[in-house]
């Protein structure tokens, strides 16, 4: 019965969560390493604009939920992310527009492009604060579990409960969903593999009459795509706050680098390394040893949580030094 009350809390506590938020980490990494790969620099305005979409996303759900509409035991956000979306990649394609085409045209180095997009963080940063404040907001109606702690108890007999969160749930759906949409679009589809040849070579693309306007378009639009409703899970699955989406941009970076900056495979696989690597090492073992017949006498904890982005540079630094092109062998940095 140890052994299996061990088992429940790995699952409860480092297992769950870790999928529920590498998901998360992997549907941003995935936006970063399209814009990586095809527009060739690194957008460091990503994590805002999770944050701008979510809060977009909030609005139109708040909007939704005062006319009286529900999705029962689902989030009434499920319905108000297509409209986030929207809105959000309009204001992203106006930023291409007015920010980053007179670079592109001008054949400017990637630096340049990455500067102008931490100039464009903080402009969608301040907008975000304006547009919904800074307190932290949670938007999460419908049910709460699908699986309880004392429901669990019940049917078990266990002293250790489980819990599996529906927003949990709807992470892994969804992003099992997104991944697979992503993958047969870019291999399937026309304009995928256009998208493919011009992150290839853009030169032999262009000479085989791919519009290169259209392929920034698409890019854009499925990276914020993919940012908003990372966003918004991560807002489902905890709250939403300005400032968090600022600071989970490092693990999303470190998820796409781990992986392989321009390979959408190794964006997902980085994802889910850095998630369990974080919760790894800041979660307190001491319950898991007491289970198994160990009497430790700390908490067993490497990192405080305070500390879990520290796993991220450390990861991060470790890659770029000794494979910079990732595991699954994308582009340098």
Same mark, same amino acid.
């Given at each position: 019965?140890?052994?299996?009350?061990?088992? @429940? &809390?790995?699952?409860?506590?480092?297992?769950?969560?870790?999928?529920?938020?590498? &998901?998360?980490?992997?549907?941003?990494?995935?936006?970063?390493?399209?814009?990586?790969?095809?527009?060739?620099?690194?957008?460091?305005?990503?994590?805002?604009? $999770?944050?701008?979409?979510?809060?977009?996303?909030?609005?139109?759900?708040?909007?939704?939920?005062?006319? /009286?509409?529900?999705?029962?035991?689902?989030?009434?956000?499920?319905?108000?992310?297509?409209?986030?979306?929207?809105?959000?990649?309009?204001?992203?394609?106006?930023?291409?527009?007015?920010?980053?085409?007179?670079?592109?045209?001008?054949?400017? #180095?990637?630096?340049? $492009? @990455? $500067?102008?997009?931490?100039?464009?963080?903080?402009?969608?940063?301040?907008?975000?604060?304006?547009?919904?404040?800074?307190?932290?907001?949670?938007?999460? #109606?419908?049910?709460?579990?699908?699986?309880?702690?004392? #429901?669990?108890?019940?049917?078990?007999?266990?002293?250790?409960?489980?819990?599996?969160?529906?927003?949990? =749930?709807?992470?892994?759906?969804?992003?099992?969903?997104?991944?697979?949409?992503?993958?047969?679009?870019?291999?399937?589809?026309?304009?995928?593999?256009?998208?493919?040849?011009?992150?290839?070579?853009?030169?032999?693309?262009?000479?085989?009459?791919?519009?290169?306007?259209?392929?920034?378009? %698409?890019?854009?639009?499925?990276?914020?795509?993919?940012?908003?409703?990372?966003?918004?899970?991560?807002?489902?699955?905890?709250?939403?706050?300005?400032?968090?989406?600022?600071?989970?941009?490092?693990?999303?970076? &470190?998820?796409?680098?781990?992986?392989?900056?321009?390979?959408?495979?190794?964006? @997902?696989?980085?994802?889910?390394?850095?998630?369990?690597?974080?919760?790894?090492?800041?979660?307190?073992?001491?319950?898991?040893?007491?289970? %198994?017949?160990?009497?430790?006498? /700390?908490?067993?904890?490497?990192?405080?949580?305070?500390?879990?982005? =520290?796993?991220?540079?450390?990861?991060?630094?470790?890659?770029?030094?000794?494979?910079?092109?990732?595991?699954?062998?994308?582009? &340098?940095?």
């Amino acid at each position: 019965m140890d052994f299996l009350n061990a088992l @429940v &809390a790995i699952l409860n506590f480092v297992v769950i969560p870790a999928a529920a938020y590498g &998901a998360q980490l992997a549907l941003g990494a995935l936006g970063v390493t399209l814009i990586y790969g095809i527009l060739r620099f690194s957008n460091f305005a990503h994590g805002d604009t $999770m944050a701008f979409g979510t809060g977009l996303v909030i609005l139109v759900t708040w909007g939704l939920q005062a006319l /009286g509409i529900s999705l029962g035991p689902l989030p009434v956000a499920l319905l108000a992310l297509p409209i986030g979306i929207a809105l959000c990649s309009a204001f992203v394609l106006g930023t291409d527009r007015v920010v980053y085409r007179f670079y592109r045209k001008k054949k400017s #180095d990637s630096i340049i $492009m @990455v $500067m102008a997009s931490v100039g464009v963080m903080f402009v969608m940063n301040g907008l975000t604060r304006l547009l919904i404040g800074v307190d932290e907001i949670r938007f999460d #109606d419908g049910a709460r579990f699908l699986i309880s702690v004392q #429901d669990f108890k019940a049917w078990t007999g266990l002293t250790e409960g489980l819990a599996l969160r529906l927003s949990q =749930a709807l992470t892994l759906v969804v992003t099992a969903l997104c991944c697979w949409a992503l993958f047969r679009f870019l291999n399937k589809s026309r304009s995928g593999k256009a998208m493919r040849a011009y992150a290839d070579n853009e030169d032999l693309a262009l000479l085989s009459g791919i519009d290169p306007e259209r392929i920034v378009r %698409l890019t854009w639009i499925i990276a914020t795509a993919l940012a908003v409703t990372a966003g918004t899970l991560y807002g489902l699955d905890k709250s939403f706050k300005a400032f968090n989406y600022f600071q989970i941009l490092l693990p999303i970076f &470190a998820a796409a680098i781990v992986g392989g900056l321009g390979s959408p495979i190794g964006a @997902v696989a980085g994802g889910f390394i850095v998630a369990f690597s974080e919760v790894a090492v800041t979660y307190p073992w001491k319950k898991i040893a007491t289970y %198994l017949g160990f009497q430790p006498e /700390g908490l067993l904890q490497l990192l405080s949580t305070e500390y879990k982005f =520290a796993v991220s540079f450390v990861i991060l630094i470790v890659v770029l030094l000794f494979r910079p092109t990732g595991l699954f062998r994308g582009k &340098a940095y």
